[in-house]
């Protein structure tokens, strides 16, 4: 059992503590996309975001916390690119967030997930798993004079929660191995187009090393709070890409979410999101393989769609979002082969705490 729920934790962390499902990774760019204003013509334009500079206001370290021994060093985000396809209607405006130094945030996560395996030709029962939650609190530190937001995060709550069918071996299992990222926490900067510019992470010392080694791609989906904006002014129906790579899990794979604004009320806006993930033939590369394991991913594929909304004087978006994945993979170890194919159904909602 305890297996099962390192594996449940690992593919939670993959599917982005799938944030990964309703936002991208990025990183902010002196590149100027220029979008028409013809409101009846569709827009093509691209921009590849880079970091910017600001070297008055340097970012002050995150305060070291308590618990924490194992500490990924600050680092840049991965590139990506954003095509705005169309600019909408009329009352385009300029989307940008509003953020508040000392505000204080709990992102309320709800993950639920269904597993399928097969091995060869014997299919195994497909697995549903009890309601993952989780409590993440988000500290604005500092709103710097270009706009940009210091936060600080913490995971503090963690919970799983099951039904009368649900084993509670099962339920008791899956708590411990969450409950090994508990405490887990860090800073990171984004912009007021909802770009991360860079973050940094540490995890609790007693978090198991397979965990740990997932810390990579966390850093890399903490970003996925905020969902990028466009440069230039949008209106209502204005649809927007977001493309990027990333490794997750040892997989190196290509994201791709888009965004269709429909509906602009002052600050408040809300959007349907579609997703796409692929990856190519690879060999995975992890390094808790045991020794002599090889595993070749031959296929993988997701899919999913949702809904967003967005107060932008707020870090936290209300989101829901269901997906799909399946993957293929062959696994040699000991002299022989054994091909594996594994489905997954994600459903994921997100919102802030309401006081």
Same mark, same amino acid.
Request: proline share 7%; glycine share 8%; charged share 20%.
């Given at each position: 059992?305890? /297996? ?6 690992? #593919? ?39 970091? =910017? ?17 194992? +500490? ?5 985000? =991965? ?55 989780? /409590? #993440? ?41 969450? /409950? ?22 540490? #995890? ?31 209106? =209502? ?39 796409? +993930? ?18 070749? #991913? ?37 002299? +022989? ?19």
């Amino acid at each position: 059992m305890k /297996n099962l729920s390192t594996l449940v934790l690992g #593919m939670f962390l993959l599917a982005g503590l799938s944030f990964a499902s309703l936002t991208a990774c990025n990183k902010e760019s002196g590149d100027k996309q220029k979008a028409a204003d013809d409101k009846t013509q569709p827009v093509k334009t691209s921009e590849t975001v880079k970091p =910017p500079v600001d070297a008055r206001n340097p970012a002050k370290p995150a305060e070291p916390a308590k618990i924490e021994t194992v +500490q990924a060093p600050p680092a840049v985000m =991965p590139e990506a690119k954003i095509v705005v396809e169309n600019a909408g209607g009329d009352n385009k405006v300029a989307l940008r967030y509003l953020y508040k130094g000392g505000d204080v945030t709990v992102a309320m996560m709800e993950l639920k997930m269904g597993m399928q395996i097969s091995m060869g030709a014997v299919q195994q029962p497909a697995v549903s798993l009890p309601l993952m939650k989780m /409590n #993440m609190k988000i500290t604005n530190r500092e709103v710097k004079e270009s706009g940009n937001l210091l936060y600080d995060f913490l995971l503090d709550s963690v919970d799983v929660v099951g039904d009368d069918k649900t084993p509670p071996a099962m339920i008791d299992s899956m708590k411990n191995a969450l /409950n090994d990222i508990k405490g887990m926490n860090g800073s990171a900067e984004v912009t007021t187009r909802g770009i991360t510019v860079s973050a940094e992470m540490k #995890m609790p010392s007693n978090t198991n090393p397979q965990l740990t080694s997932m810390m990579e791609n966390m850093r890399q989906q903490m970003n996925q709070m905020s969902v990028p904006l466009p440069e230039a002014p949008v209106g =209502p129906g204005a649809t927007w890409t977001v493309t990027t790579q990333m490794t997750s899990g040892g997989i190196l794979m290509t994201n791709q979410y888009k965004y269709t604004l429909t509906k602009l009320e002052g600050n408040n806006i809300e959007m349907k999101v579609e997703l796409v +993930q692929s990856a190519e033939p690879q060999e995975l590369k992890n390094p808790n393989l045991p020794a002599g394991t090889v595993i070749h #991913m031959q296929e993988f594929k997701s899919s999913g769609n949702g809904t967003v909304k967005m107060d932008l004087t707020r870090m936290v978006p209300t989101s829901e979002i269901t997906s799909e994945t399946k993957m293929k993979m062959e696994v040699e170890a000991g002299g +022989q082969k054994q091909n594996i194919e594994q489905s997954m159904t994600l459903g994921l909602k997100l919102y802030p705490e309401q006081k």
